[in-house]
């Protein structure tokens, strides 16, 4: 939702809390794609 909500404004205030989870699932997911890769030997 926060993603949808800042396509539309010109300026978007995110609190800490939220900011820090999207900082979290970033990290979450590259280091997910970072293993499916090292597992077929593409990275």
Same mark, same amino acid.
């Given at each position: 939702m926060m993603r =949808?909500?800042?396509?539309y404004s010109d300026f978007f205030v995110v609190s800490e809390e939220d900011a820090k989870k999207?900082? =979290?699932?970033?990290?979450?997911i590259l280091e997910t794609v970072k293993v499916?890769?090292?597992e077929r030997d593409i990275l």
């Open positions: =949808e909500e800042s396509d999207q900082y =979290e699932t970033a990290e979450y499916y890769l090292s």
